[in-house]
């Protein structure tokens, strides 16, 4: 045997899993080979005498061995890859935004909880940005039966690691009164009153030119 052949086999020697006639011809080489002794001592303290009978063929161990390095080395390869393309793409999708916002990119909730109304904007793998104003609902006599609230929104944040909800509640003073919020999105107004959906006003295509 070669040098390079013996020492490749010095691991599964010293561990049992090579074939008599290996330990044999590994034994041999090693009586006459200072060099590969002493890797061997170096690994080990001593050469046993004979060591049992592998399951397996030598060279069946040395393909596999190298196979499995192979493997993990592609795989760790691809993790590198998948990752910083990840963060280039979180980094640039959130650094920029895009202002076609769409409704679809919200999840929206909404309800009724305790002595008020609830919305709550959950973004879908991102982030909102929104412009917003309330003002006071009135009757003809000029008093105040409600609140109306205006949100606009202005960008949406891409990224995989960039999380973010955001939510209103208003109490509701008696049956009669109105707590509404309009929502402004690239595609649609939405209307949501008193935690219920009340309308879904598409936008055309020119005006969100």
Request: proline residues 2%; aromatic residues 8%.
């Amino acid at each position: 045997m070669k040098c390079d052949v013996v020492q490749d086999l010095l691991p599964s020697y010293a561990d049992g899993l090579t074939s008599e006639e290996s330990n044999r011809e590994i034994e041999k080489h090693l009586k006459t080979c200072e060099k590969c002794s002493k890797y061997y001592r170096e690994m080990t303290g001593e050469v046993p005498e004979i060591l049992p009978k592998a399951d397996v063929t030598d060279a069946a161990l040395i393909v596999g061995m190298r196979k499995k390095r192979k493997k993990v080395l592609i795989a760790a390869a691809l993790a590198v890859i998948i990752l910083a393309a990840a963060l280039v793409w979180t980094f640039t999708g959130y650094s920029m935004g895009s202002r076609n916002v769409l409704s679809s990119d919200v999840k929206l909730s909404y309800g009724l909880k305790d002595n008020g109304a609830y919305l709550e904007l959950t973004p879908k793998g991102g982030e909102l940005e929104f412009n917003g104003m309330t003002e006071n609902i009135e009757d003809s006599s000029g008093n105040i039966i409600g609140t109306r609230t205006y949100l606009k929104a202005l960008r949406f944040r891409k990224g995989l690691f960039v999380k973010g909800s955001m939510g209103w509640e208003n109490e509701m003073a008696g049956d009669a009164y109105i707590c509404e919020w309009v929502l402004e999105f690239s595609d649609k107004t939405i209307t949501i009153r008193n935690g219920k959906l009340i309308s879904e006003e598409n936008i055309s295509s020119s005006e969100q030119n």
